[in-house]
Each structure stands twice: as structure tokens, then as C-alpha cells.
């Protein structure tokens, strides 16, 4: 039984096997109301109890009276070690006595990203009260199971490719110096005494995490540093090969215009005299035009590489979005491009609080979207609601296909429907400026006629611009 209206909350966002939800009468009205819809959506009976009945089964010294039944599926330890390659890590725990660290410790691996927990013998039920309730309601959503034995599944894991890895207080390397992209199966051991020898002696390392003043970390804290470090590092070696990708791309992409700017550089550079005006006017126009698709995918490098490496500093003021659009609607067309836009808003100006020059980007992008794969014609909307701007633009193309809707924001993801080239950087970009900024950008309705919704903060909350 999962108890207390946030884990029964998370766990019913998870979609995790609820067999039933259970709530109090006396439950405030505004918490009732939102976990009875989270059931609804999700075709989970509830019951409502009577006062005082729900909070005599609850464990909890101050019962919120809010209880989810799950089922619990058992499973076979060793089915989390089948094919390692591009998996999270496995975190093994060895007489971790303290059920709200076991609790904590399956937390920080399904937020870290971990394949699954496996609790070994002497450790605390991960499914008991206290336990659950530490784990905030992952312990239904990450895979999460018991073994009589954790020695013959270090055996099993080693014997699978795995790396093995005992947390102790000292004599360990630290984590940051070991290559936790590999496959690796972290081991935390009692709170006192740590992993038992024999175990230590079974793992290819020992990790220890430096501290100063204090002797050791608390088992679930320790945990938790390993696995976040091991996160970051997959997470950096994913950017890495994700701008090694644009680079390859764009060095692919590049080739084609260079040629031509090449070429006809050279032709008017020897032959101006011999060639007429229409033959010069053509190959200017041309120059021009090439010479704006490698700026563009310049621009879009770099807007990819700042992304990527964190380092994107935003200067934000308030910003008259009507005309911004305006302003990138007009130099599109300068380009050459096709476009109109017909403006939807209301007669006091929306103003967001967003960098200009990149929240022109995002507009732009959108804006440039339209040109390419949707008919040409825009209309562009924009709305407060409460604390945040909505601009909404709207096409007139043939839309998108359902099964395309994930991968458009996916960095060289483009639609199967897309009618002319495009480099699939686009919209990645604008997705994560807008995410930069504290916003979204969405698809909400794929056509015919795709609608795009940017939201971004409307005034200054306060928070750090970068």
C-alpha cells in the first residue's frame, strides 16, 4: 500500500498497477478533486472512506488519509542483467538496514535513471510502509526486487559484462576518475559497516567519495552521489555525439552551397566582362541566396553548440512579441522565401520577459517551419494566460502525421510529410530556447494546418538569466 497524497499522486502520473485508491472524507477538497481525476484518467476505481477509519491502517505518525493499492510483480534478479550495452546502471543493495535509505536510495536511481534495484539479503523491505514513502512512489515505477543472494548476482553480472562497484567510507577511487558510462552495478552496503568483505572482494572497484570534516556519507546520500555523477557522465558523452553529429552533418550540408559560391565567384571573378547582365544577375542572385543558407547554418551551429555546452547566457527585458514576430516575418521574406502572416492579438500589446535575440530565434524557426512545410501562410496568435504568454502559430500545409510528432523536435528529426529539404534543427532549437527561457514549446494539433504552441513567462520571477 502506497500511503499520503504525494505518492499516490506520483504513482498514479507513472501509470503504475494501481489496483485501487483510497481516500479519507476528510481529505481538503482541492487535494480529493485532483486525485480522483488523476484515477479517472487513468481507469482506477476509488473509494471514499469514512473520517477516521482510512487513518487507523496507515502507518504514518500524522496519516494523511490517502492510500493507493498496488499489485506487486516479481521477478527474476537476474532478467535486469541481460544485454548491458546503453543501460543505466544496477544498484545492489547488501544489509542496507534503514528502510527510509532504501526508500531514498530507489528514489535517486529511477530520478538518476537507473535499470532497476535489486535488495539483497539483510536489507530492509522495499515495500514495506516507511520505505515506500521514502521512495516518493518509485518503487512501483522503477524495476525494483529482491534476491535471496546478492553474491550470485555480482557472479551473474560479471559474468554478463558488467562492472562492479562497492561504495565504502575510504581507501575507494572517487567517482568522478572511474568511466561510469559503461554498465555498472553499484553495491551499498550497511549504514555501519558498509558492503560485507566478501562482497568487496567480488567487485572490480572500490568507490569512495571525498568529504571533508566528516568521516563517511549516509548510505542513501552516497548512493545517490555515485548515480547522479554517472548520469552527468552519460549525459555528456550524449551532447558530445549529438554535436559531433551536427558537425558531420553540417560539414555535408556546407559542401553543396560552397560549391556553387565557389563556382560562380570564379565565373564572375574571370569572365565578368564576357558574360551579359542576365547571366550576372542570375549568378548574384545566386551567390546571395547560398551565401544566406550557410549563414543560417552557421547560426543554427552555434545556437546547437551553446545548447549543448550549457553555456547559453540570456539577457531578458520585456518584449513586444506582436513585433518581433513581426520583425522575423519581414526578414524571411528578405530572404526570398514565401511567406505571409496574418496576426491574431489583442489590442494591448503582449509583452514577455525573454531574451530578444533569442526568443527571435524561436520565432523564427516556427516561422521558417511554415515557409518550408506549411503552405507558406501563418497565423500567428498571442494570448496571457495568468503568469505566462501563449503565441500559437498555425499553417496551412498538409500537417503531420501523429506517429512524426515526437521526432520534429528531435535533433535531425524531420517529418515524413515534409515537402522540401531542411536540416531537422529547426524546431530541436526552438524547443530548447523556449525551455531556456522557462517555457514549452509544443505540438498541439497535427493538421491538416499544424499548431504550434510557444508559452514563455510573461513578467520577471526572479529568476537567473542563464
Known amino acids: 500500500?502506497?500511503?499520503?497524497?504525494?505518492?499516490?499522486?506520483?504513482?498514479?502520473?507513472?501509470?503504475?498497477?494501481?489496483?485501487?485508491?483510497?481516500?479519507?472524507?476528510?481529505?481538503?477538497?482541492?487535494?480529493?478533486?485532483?486525485?480522483?481525476?488523476?484515477?479517472?484518467?487513468?481507469?482506477?476505481?476509488?473509494?471514499?472512506?469514512?473520517?477516521?477509519?482510512?487513518?487507523?491502517?496507515l502507518t504514518s505518525k500524522t496519516p494523511r488519509?490517502?492510500?493507493?493499492?498496488?499489485?506487486?510483480?516479481?521477478?527474476?534478479?537476474?532478467?535486469?542483467?541481460?544485454?548491458?550495452?546503453?543501460?543505466?546502471?544496477?544498484?545492489?543493495?547488501?544489509?542496507?538496514?534503514?528502510?527510509?535509505?532504501?526508500?531514498?536510495?530507489?528514489?535517486?536511481?529511477?530520478?538518476?535513471?537507473?535499470?532497476?534495484?535489486?535488495?539483497?539479503?539483510?536489507?530492509?523491505?522495499?515495500?514495506?510502509?516507511?520505505?515506500?514513502?521514502?521512495?516518493?512512489?518509485?518503487v512501483v515505477a522503477l524495476p525494483v526486487t529482491q534476491s535471496a543472494s546478492g553474491r550470485e548476482v555480482l557472479r551473474a553480472a560479471k559474468d554478463a559484462g558488467w562492472q562492479t562497484g562497492a561504495l565504502r567510507a575510504s581507501g575507494g577511487e572517487p567517482p568522478d576518475a572511474l568511466d561510469l558510462t559503461q554498465p555498472w552495478v553499484f553495491v551499498v552496503g550497511n549504514e555501519a559497516a558498509g558492503p560485507?568483505?566478501?562482497?568487496?572482494?567480488?567487485?572490480?572497484?572500490?568507490?569512495?567519495?571525498?568529504?571533508?570534516?566528516?568521516?563517511?556519507?549516509?548510505?542513501?546520500?552516497?548512493?545517490?552521489?555515485?548515480?547522479?555523477?554517472?548520469?552527468?557522465?552519460?549525459?555528456?558523452?550524449?551532447?558530445?555525439?549529438?554535436?559531433?553529429?551536427?558537425?558531420?552533418t553540417a560539414s555535408h550540408e556546407l559542401r553543396g552551397p560552397l560549391t556553387v559560391i565557389r563556382g560562380f565567384a570564379s565565373l564572375l571573378a574571370t569572365r565578368w566582362h564576357k558574360l551579359g547582365d542576365e547571366e550576372r544577375s542570375r549568378m548574384l542572385d545566386a551567390l546571395d541566396r547560398e551565401s544566406a543558407q550557410v549563414t543560417r547554418l552557421v547560426e543554427h551551429l552555434l545556437d546547437v553548440a551553446q545548447l549543448e555546452a550549457g553555456g547559453l547566457r540570456l539577457r531578458r527585458r520585456q518584449t513586444d512579441l506582436a513585433e518581433l514576430v513581426r520583425i522575423q516575418a519581414r526578414e524571411i521574406v528578405s530572404r526570398g522565401e514565401s511567406l505571409e502572416v496574418e496576426m491574431h492579438e489583442p489590442e494591448q500589446p503582449i509583452e514577455a520577459?525573454?531574451?530578444?535575440?533569442?526568443?527571435?530565434?524561436?520565432v523564427r524557426n516556427l516561422l521558417e517551419n511554415v515557409a518550408k512545410h506549411g503552405g507558406g501562410t501563418a497565423t500567428v496568435s498571442l494570448s496571457r494566460e495568468d503568469t505566462r504568454v501563449v503565441l500559437e502559430v498555425r499553417d496551412r500545409g498538409p500537417g503531420?502525421?501523429?506517429?512524426?510528432?515526437?521526432?520534429?523536435?528531435?535533433?535531425?528529426?524531420?517529418?515524413?510529410?515534409?515537402?522540401?529539404?531542411?536540416?531537422?534543427?529547426?524546431?530541436?532549437?526552438?524547443?530548447?530556447?523556449?525551455?531556456?527561457?522557462?517555457?514549452?514549446?509544443?505540438?498541439?494539433?497535427?493538421?491538416?494546418?499544424?499548431?504550434?504552441?510557444v508559452e514563455v513567462p510573461a513578467e520577471d520571477v526572479g529568476e537567473e538569466a542563464d
Request: some cysteine.
Open 65 to 138: 488519509p490517502a492510500a493507493a493499492v498496488v499489485r506487486l510483480q516479481p521477478f527474476d534478479p537476474t532478467t535486469l542483467l541481460g544485454d548491458p550495452q546503453g543501460a543505466g546502471p544496477l544498484v545492489l543493495l547488501d544489509r542496507v538496514a534503514d528502510p527510509g535509505n532504501v526508500g531514498a536510495i530507489i528514489r535517486s536511481a529511477a530520478g538518476a535513471g537507473a535499470r532497476g534495484v535489486i535488495v539483497g539479503e539483510g536489507s530492509a523491505d522495499p515495500w514495506g510502509p516507511k520505505a515506500v514513502r521514502a521512495s516518493a512512489g518509485a
Open 400 to 453: 503531420i502525421r501523429p506517429e512524426d510528432a515526437g521526432r520534429i523536435f528531435e535533433m535531425f528529426g524531420r517529418g515524413s510529410t515534409a515537402r522540401t529539404g531542411g536540416r531537422g534543427l529547426g524546431l530541436w532549437i526552438a524547443r530548447r530556447l523556449a525551455e531556456a527561457h522557462g517555457g514549452a514549446v509544443e505540438l498541439v494539433s497535427c493538421g491538416p494546418g499544424a499548431v504550434f504552441r
Open 196 to 248: 560485507a568483505e566478501d562482497v568487496l572482494a567480488m567487485c572490480d572497484r572500490a568507490i569512495t567519495i571525498p568529504t571533508e570534516d566528516v568521516e563517511s556519507l549516509n548510505a542513501a546520500v552516497a548512493a545517490s552521489v555515485v548515480l547522479f555523477e554517472a548520469r552527468r557522465q552519460r549525459a555528456a558523452v550524449a551532447r558530445r555525439e549529438s554535436v559531433t553529429e551536427a558537425l558531420a
Open 1 to 57: 500500500m502506497v500511503e499520503g497524497p504525494n505518492p499516490v499522486r506520483e504513482i498514479l502520473g507513472r501509470r503504475a498497477p494501481v489496483v485501487e485508491v483510497l481516500v479519507g472524507e476528510t481529505l481538503p477538497p482541492e487535494i480529493m478533486n485532483e486525485l480522483l481525476e488523476s484515477a479517472e484518467r487513468g481507469g482506477v476505481p476509488v473509494r471514499i472512506v469514512r473520517s477516521g477509519v482510512l487513518e487507523t491502517v
Open 353 to 362: 520577459w525573454v531574451d530578444p535575440d533569442r526568443f527571435s530565434v524561436v
